[in-house]
């Protein structure tokens, strides 16, 4: 079993920046895909960000390319998420999720295997 917990959200102004933290029971950011998601009140859970294990890429939602970057430290069996220029729309749940690598999308938060319980980020002023 696979245990993430994540950190670093909060309340920031529009216009600017949190890191998000995934710390990972084992070192499963070098075995796994891993990726973001985040779930607005009365929304459903959507797609951030995610790196793919196999071909070492990353990817971005269209809402949060060019301002979110989301990066893996392997010697801490860590991912993180950086958040720029942050919006009211970015208010969410963020949540960390990893899975076995395979040749699905990265997008479907169902075919993802193991959660953390999710941080806060509100964007307000």
């Known amino acids: 079993q696979v245990q993430l917990v994540e950190s670093g959200g909060g309340l920031v102004q529009p216009g600017g920046s949190l890191r998000l933290a995934c710390a990972t029971s084992?070192?499963?950011?070098?075995?796994?895909?891993m990726a973001w998601f985040r779930q607005a009140p009365g929304k459903g859970r959507e797609f951030v960000a995610a790196?793919?294990?196999?071909?070492?890429?990353?990817y971005y939602s269209e809402d949060v390319k060019g301002r979110f970057t989301i990066t893996k430290d392997n010697a801490k069996s860590s991912v993180y998420l950086q958040m720029n220029n942050l919006k009211p729309e970015d208010t969410a749940v963020y949540f960390c999720?990893?899975?076995?690598?395979?040749?699905?999308?990265?997008?479907?938060?169902?075919?993802?295997?193991?959660w953390g319980q999710g941080t806060q980020v509100t964007v307000s002023s």
């Open positions: 084992t070192p499963t950011d070098s075995r796994y895909d």
């Open positions: 790196h793919r294990k196999n071909n070492n890429h990353a």
């Open positions: 999720a990893a899975r076995r690598p395979r040749a699905v999308t990265v997008t479907n938060a169902a075919e993802y295997d193991y």
